[in-house]
Nanobody
Framework: QVQLVESGGGLVQAGGSVNLSCAAL????????VGWFRQGPGKERAFVAA????????TYADSVKGRFTISRDSAKIMVYLQMNNLKPEDTAVYYC????WGRGSNLEPDYDYWGQGTQVTVSS
């Protein structure tokens, strides 16, 4: 069992930045790929970004390419999602998730454990 905790959400104006963090309580992320997903108001949960188990491969949704950056620290304790140039349509609850097989795909079924989510609200 892996318990994930997201932090860093909040209210930000359009064009601003937010840095989300994801921690796996009691253990490092070693061997795991980590993904970020989001669910906006009235929308299905959707893929945002993923990073492979070794940090060498990252994948992004087209809607966030060039604005968001996923990274993990060298100790593999934290995974981050740096979000720049935010738009109102980025408003959502953001979830981190781990893939125990290290794939780092954009598919929800590939992820085994999920956090509770953190709200990001972008005002226009």
């Amino acid at each position: 069992q892996v318990q994930l905790v997201e932090s860093g959400g909040g209210l930000v104006q359009a064009g601003g930045s937010v840095n989300l963090s994801c921690a796996a309580l009691g253990r490092p992320f070693s061997g795991f790929a980590v993904g970020w997903f989001r669910q906006g108001p009235g929308k299905e949960r959707a893929f945002v970004a993923a990073i492979s188990h070794n940090g060498r491969r990252t994948t992004y949704a087209d809607s966030v390419k060039g604005r968001f950056t996923i990274s993990r620290d060298s100790a593999k304790i934290m995974v981050y999602l740096q979000m720049n140039n935010l738009k109102p349509e980025d408003t959502a609850v953001y979830y981190c998730a781990v893939d125990g097989w290290g794939r780092g795909s954009n598919l929800e079924p590939d992820y085994d454990y999920w956090g509770q989510g953190t709200q990001v609200t972008v005002s226009s």
